[in-house]
């Protein structure tokens, strides 16, 4: 798969490697905060820290099967293409998030928009095969 779609596999890599950044930022934040493991509550600083790691982890579960349906619809290159706006979007929704919680609108709709692309993408690709 890699060799056919190899921009769509990028962009999965660079994906994940925003999800480990955000995920590795909750263990230094409840270092910091002191909030140990299972506590999931504390000061504000931390609960914003978690709470993009957890809607990060929320909207990847849409994002990368569409983003891989919509390759073997549209292509590697359209969907690596789209694709890439999700893991910016990521970086802006987070380093927004980190100062205050409503920063965050801008980064949530470029991941949004993405990923509904993707999922409408795919889903007309699957639709006119059907057809």
């Known amino acids: 798969m890699i060799e056919i ?26 270092a910091k905060f002191g909030v140990k493991a299972p506590a999931v509550d504390g ?7 978690f709470r993009v790691q957890q809607n990060t982890l929320e909207q990847i579960v849409m994002y990368l099967p569409a983003l891989w349906l919509f390759a073997v619809a549209w292509g590697d290159v359209i969907a690596a293409g789209v694709g890439v706006f999700w893991p910016i ?3 802006v929704y987070a380093m927004s998030y ?3 919680a409503e920063k965050r609108g801008a980064g949530f709709g470029i991941t949004f928009l993405s990923t509904a692309v993707l999922i409408l993408g795919a889903l ?3 639709a006119t095969r059907l057809a």
């Open 5 to 30: 779609y190899p921009l769509t596999a990028l962009t999965t890599l660079v994906s994940l490697l925003v999800y480990l950044w955000v995920t590795l930022k909750v263990g230094g934040a409840r």
């Open 43 to 49: 000061p504000p600083d931390f609960m914003r820290v």
């Open 89 to 91: 979007g990521r970086l």
């Open 98 to 100: 980190y100062q205050a």
């Open 124 to 126: 007309a690709g699957v």
